[in-house]
C-alpha cells in the first residue's frame, strides 16, 4: 500500500490525492480487487470498510471490533501460538497464511 499500512479503498484514495495522483474512487476499487485477485495484496475483512495490505512475508492480522482498525503481526512471533491454535481446533491460517484476531485496539478499549 502507499502508506505501508492496511487501508481501505477511500483511504488508499486520499492517500493517492494527496500525492498528486488524479485517480476516481472506481478505479482505485477495481485496480485493488484486481491486485487481491493475482495475490499482490491481500485483503483483511473487519468491521467497517475491507481494508488491503501488499502480500509479502506471511504475517497475522489484527482487527479492532469497535474502530476496525487493522494490524499486521509478524508469522514469525506467532508461529508456537498458530501451530497450538491449529492442534486445538484444526483451525489453519487462511490461503495467505493468515490468522486474524479480533479484539479491541488499544484506543478504543480505554
Not at 500525492?19 to 487481491?36: C, K, Q
Not at 492480522?61 to 481446533?89: K, N
Request: charged content about 20%; glycine content about 12%.
Amino acid at each position: 500500500m502507499v502508506s505501508g499500512r492496511h487501508l481501505s479503498i477511500t483511504e488508499t484514495w486520499e492517500e493517492l490525492t494527496r500525492a498528486g495522483e488524479a485517480i476516481h474512487p472506481a478505479t482505485v476499487y477495481r485496480t485493488l480487487e484486481t491486485l487481491t485477485a493475482v495475490g499482490v495484496t491481500h485483503a483483511v475483512h473487519g468491521p467497517g470498510p475491507t481494508r488491503y495490505g501488499a502480500t509479502g512475508d506471511p504475517h497475522h492480522h489484527t482487527v479492532c471490533q469497535r474502530c476496525g482498525a487493522v494490524a499486521a503481526l509478524s508469522g514469525e512471533h506467532l508461529v508456537e501460538a498458530a501451530a497450538r491454535i491449529e492442534e486445538l481446533t484444526g483451525l489453519r491460517p487462511d490461503s495467505s497464511g493468515s490468522f486474524l484476531v479480533s479484539g479491541r485496539c488499544a484506543r478504543c478499549s480505554g
